[in-house]
């Protein structure tokens, strides 16, 4: 047995960075991660820090990638200053390309319908025509159906396992604890506190926040928060080194730092299917070609699979039980771009015991339809 004020029930980006943010508070904080076999969103998430083009219909959730955007450039210095491993970090702009006249008409159109939705004068996201995107580009040559694109100057990128890693390292440097290869099987209510078990024993706190990916839902219920996930499968691939030739990234395309080029990925609803396809590898080999031309000759070294946490409408959900109070969850597609805003604002309010003002919006009553009468 073992006591902490919180528990954090998967130490993936998600539940990590909102471990790493309570540790930084004093919290003596306890993240507990599960095995190497978990479904890590992380392995397959492209690394983009990007607030553009998402939240239609959920001006909250489009804000929320905005402040935690520029939540970034500081969380990533102190993290790295402090566990002393780069992120890989750049915030230098992304692009989001078109194809043919219709596609840019038809972003132009989506970017106009989320600035009126939140009110912006000045637009955070701008259309680029196809010289536009030649200068942002200088010297690539784009296949003959890119119109253009919209360009974000704000978004950035990182290597999501250096992420995490240095997540995980950090928790342990601010004075919290972090235990791997324990999964988590059940949460109850004991004594006033709450008893997590695991595999190698049973963990006890005043609070719990669950952050296990797609592992939440079941142990979720177990605190009375009946959540709606699922898992969406999206294959990448990535390629041998080649010269820097794309400065930020460019649609489903991005350059590492060593030189190689992620392609992908696809959106798959396919369950927990692990697995690659050749049709999958031809559709983003096409994509990426279309898009570079020069990329036909550039050899693809590995792909590889893994698993989104995905809500109904794609936005978080953050929420406490009502019938267990002290019981948290924090379930996340965009866990990349809202390590930040998880670090700062999730954790400072959990430090309290509660959730903040801000993920009002997200609780997963707003799935709740009631029946005509």
Known sequence: MSGHPVIVVGAGVVGAAAAYGLARRGVKVLAIDGGDGDYRASLGNGG????QGAGLGMPAFVDLRYRSLDLWPAFADELAGLTGIDLEYECNGTVNTCFGEEGFEKRRDLLIRLDRERNVDVPDVVMVDRAGLEDLFPGVRFGPDVTGGSYCARDGHVNPMRLLRALQEGIKRRGGTLVSGRPVHG??????????????GTYRASRVLIAAGNGSGPLARQVGLDIPVRPQRGQKMITERVAPILPMPLGPLRQTRDGTIQLGGTVEEVGFDVSTTVAAAASMTEQAIRILPALAGVKVVRQWSALRIMTPDGCPIYAESRTHPGAFVAVCHAGILFAAIHAELLADA???????????????????????V
């Open 48 to 51: 983009l820090v990007r607030a």
């Open 187 to 200: 949460i109850r209510r004991e004594n006033g506190a709450f008893a997590v078990e695991a595999s190698g």
């Open 350 to 372: 959990l430090a309290g015991g509660h959730l903040p003002e801000t993920a009002s919006p997200f609780h997963h009553r707003r799935f709740d339809v009631q029946e005509a």
